[in-house]
């Protein structure tokens, strides 16, 4: 899976973006490789360059907490329903060892 790129003016690039493709110059020569962290002294050089525009990774969406949350609980619901009759018997038989395992590779409910 490649990560989303979005192309920006360089006046809009700031320390720390990720280059999504190779910059080259107008002779095709590569100025920065895919991957390279941009600097205020790189930008600086590209921007006396004449380099206008840089491809860069996007930036992710930020976590939406609750939906995070509401899907674990709905993760563990159904954990809790494939192991139903399994939970009421002895806690030592392997299906009930086997859901608190599943538990805790969870991340707990």
Excluded: H, K
């Amino acid at each position: 899976m490649t990560p989303a790129e979005e192309t920006i003016e360089i006046d809009a690039a700031s320390e720390g973006m990720v280059l999504a493709q190779d910059l080259r110059d107008a002779g095709g020569g590569v100025l920065l490789p895919a991957g390279a962290t941009l600097s205020a002294s790189s930008l600086a050089s590209l921007r006396r360059r004449g380099i206008e525009r840089v491809q860069v990774v996007a930036a992710e969406a930020p976590v939406d907490e609750a939906a995070v949350r509401a899907e674990r609980e709905r993760q563990c619901a159904r954990l809790a329903r494939l192991f139903r009759r399994c939970l009421t018997g002895s806690p030592a038989n392997a299906s009930a060892v086997l859901y608190e395992r599943l538990l805790a590779y969870r991340g707990g409910c």
